[in-house]
């Protein structure tokens, strides 16, 4: 189990508590420092379930400058998300956490973390 954290999130640190309380075996990847390739979070996007667009921070003064709330969410586009996420990591929602079971999970709740836990 890897989990993808920004130590300065609140969310990323209360996911770490809790796999911590769980005694969870994991490894931690500061994303902004150790920032993912685009062959990266195409396999994590692909564990997820999820498109490029599902997991980015439309909120963030990257994501303005860009322009993405205008950007096309469509197959044609998915290339250009995927480098936009890799160009810009701060833009990529947090924590996620790949599961042992191969799929993964955008961990913001208790919930989402919990499930993680459970996918053997």
Same mark, same amino acid.
């Given at each position: 189990?890897?989990i993808?954290?920004?130590?300065?999130?609140?969310?990323?640190?209360?996911?770490?508590s809790?796999?911590?309380?769980e @005694?969870?075996d994991?490894?931690?990847?500061?994303y902004?420092?150790?920032?993912?390739?685009?062959?990266?979070?195409?396999?994590?996007?692909?564990?997820?379930?999820?498109?490029?667009?599902?997991i980015?921070?439309?909120?963030?003064?990257a994501?303005?400058?860009?322009?993405?709330?205008?950007?096309?969410?469509?197959?044609?586009?998915?290339?250009r998300w995927?480098?936009?996420l890799?160009?810009?990591?701060?833009?990529?929602?947090?924590?996620i956490?790949?599961?042992?079971? @191969?799929?993964?999970?955008?961990?913001?709740?208790?919930?989402?973390?919990?499930?993680?836990?459970?996918?053997?």
């Amino acid at each position: 189990m890897e989990i993808w954290i920004n130590p300065a999130c609140s969310k990323c640190r209360s996911a770490l508590s809790l796999l911590d309380a769980e @005694g969870a075996d994991y490894t931690v990847r500061r994303y902004l420092e150790d920032v993912p390739s685009e062959d990266e979070i195409r396999t994590v996007l692909d564990r997820l379930g999820l498109e490029p667009w599902d997991i980015t921070r439309t909120q963030e003064a990257a994501a303005k400058e860009l322009g993405l709330k205008e950007w096309a969410r469509d197959e044609e586009s998915r290339d250009r998300w995927i480098a936009a996420l890799a160009a810009h990591p701060k833009l990529i929602q947090r924590p996620i956490i790949t599961a042992e079971d @191969g799929t993964a999970v955008v961990g913001r709740s208790e919930e989402a973390v919990r499930d993680a836990l459970s996918r053997k």
